[in-house]
């Protein structure tokens, strides 16, 4: 009989100087979920850290043989370190480490405390490597893994993308049953999120969503999605694809599927502007089965950036999904790129766009070159905060890159003025909200206006931060 493993998968926290959404949003760790799911017939633990899980409790009570993290480039050291702490408590405990980062830079993970660097798809990856484990055959025989050996990391070679998304599992959230009333988004909660797709079928230059998965776009069938869905716990679902509305016929069927079956929930998914101006009447069935609120990234209100970014849209056609969004009694979530060339001229007709469209809901970052992409090797000599030694302000509500017109200082001045802008309480409402936000939601909202004000402080800190932990020898290659 195959041996049963004790697996342990670690969401590892967020640094203090990470900025944005982690005051106003804490969502289920959907991909540690997936992985859960991938290997049903071993006993799989998952701790949270973001809302204070104790690792070393765990450690200690769990005894795992295996103990794998994720993390996003904002928070790599903390991964790290959670690979650092499981080797302190036991060295022949074995680490894992992926993600999207990871995917494509797993060379930013070479430490002597992670074993494995997973740079293929994960659930692939995991069911193979414990099975490799349970037969004791080299590791190296599973491909899409980096190894950390003596002789320095062994990359095992490509694993693409699976083409066949509909052999996924339904992920497991029993994993982080106990926290499912802590998951939400501003004052909404319980809050689930779901992903119908992988991929997206464009190409933004700022993205590298595409080559994460191959450069394709894969969907899965509109039945399972439903499934899903009616499987959820929670009454509140954010889709959080990509692009979740990208063809008229899918959004058509999950629509028709959903209503057949009564289920009653409401929605927020990622859509671009140019299909909420050709498919009106998509959207307008779908608020009919509880859709309240499209997350849109308009990205610039001028056509040359747009064209710059890639973008295939107009800045008329994010000025026409405004007006649906108006019509249709949707919350539109807007959000926009800042260029580092940026000019208190540029600021002041962003702030007067957010007024003239009503906009309230915005999320305003600076452009961040993402390792991978094309857009990092073009930046490269602008930057200013080196993501290996300053991976906290990388939390696209950091400049990365140097303003050529303003001091960093003016810069977050004029980014918090627009932020000012948006959700000033004594400007007309043009756009929909369901309800006054509580107090809880706005104390939330002064706070991240206030540490946009203060923003420029933070790269003293974390430069003071790195200084000290490379003079302490923390997590030494």
């Known amino acids: 009989m195959d041996r049963v493993m004790r697996v342990l998968l670690v969401r590892p926290g967020q640094p203090s100087s990470t900025r944005g959404l982690r005051h106003i949003t804490v969502c289920e760790p959907l991909e540690l979920e997936y992985l859960a799911a991938a290997v049903p017939e071993h006993e799989v633990r998952v701790l949270d850290l973001l809302l204070g899980d104790d690792l070393q409790s765990s450690l200690s009570q769990f005894r795992p043989q295996l103990v794998g993290t994720t993390c996003y480039i904002n928070n790599v050291p903390q991964a790290i370190e959670v690979c650092a702490l499981v080797k302190a408590f036991d060295p022949t405990i074995t680490t894992l480490l992926g993600g999207v980062h990871a995917v494509l830079n797993p060379g930013d993970f070479a430490h002597r405390v992670v074993d494995i660097v997973v740079h293929g798809e994960g659930m692939a990856v995991l069911r193979e ?128 599927l959903i209503k057949a079956r009564g289920i009653c929930k409401e929605y927020a998914v990622y859509c671009r502007a140019d299909f909420i101006v050709q498919h009106e009447d998509v959207l307008r069935a779908w608020r009919e089965i509880g859709l309240r609120v499209l997350r849109v990234g308009m990205e610039a209100i001028h056509d040359r950036e747009l064209q710059d970014y890639n973008k295939r ?61 094309a857009l990092h090797e073009q930046t490269k000599d602008d930057i200013i905060a080196d993501y ?82 490379r003079e302490a020898g923390s997590v030494k290659p």
Not at 213 to 230: D, F, L, N
């Open 129 to 256: 490597l414990v099975s490799t484990m349970e037969a004791g055959v080299p590791l190296a025989r599973v491909a899409g893994i980096c190894l950390n050996a003596p002789a320095g990391f062994k990359n095992t070679g490509l694993r693409p993308f699976p083409v066949n998304v509909a052999s996924f599992p339904m992920p497991d959230r029993d994993v982080v049953k106990s926290h499912r009333d802590d998951y939400h988004y501003m004052d909404i909660r319980p809050l689930a999120i779901m992903k119908t797709s992988w991929g997206c079928p464009y190409a933004c230059t700022f993205c590298y969503n595409r080559e994460l998965v191959g450069g394709r776009y894969h969907t899965r069938p509109a039945e399972a999605v439903v499934s899903e869905i009616e499987s959820l716990y929670a009454p509140h679902v954010f889709i959080v694809d990509d692009v979740f509305f990208c063809g008229r016929r899918r959004a058509l069927l999950i629509h028709d």
């Open 313 to 373: 849209i107009s800045s008329e056609c994010n000025l026409e999904a405004v007006e649906v969004c108006r019509r249709l009694g949707l919350e539109l979530s807007a959000s926009f790129l800042l260029k580092p060339d940026y000019g208190k001229q540029d600021f002041a007709r962003l702030r007067r766009y957010i007024r003239q469209t009503g906009l309230t809901h915005v999320f305003l970052n600076p452009l961040t070159p993402l390792p991978g992409t």
């Open 388 to 469: 290996r030694r300053m991976a906290p302000l990388w939390d696209f509500q950091h400049a990365v890159l140097k303003p050529a017109k303003l001091s960093l200082k003016s810069f977050y001045h004029q980014m918090g003025m627009a932020y000012l802008t948006a959700v000033n309480p004594f400007r007309p409402r043009k756009l929909v909200l369901r309800r006054f936000p509580p107090l809880s939601a706005v104390w939330k909202l002064i706070r991240i206006l206030w540490e946009v004000f203060r923003a420029h402080r933070d790269h003293d800190l974390v430069a003071n931060e790195d200084r000290r932990r």
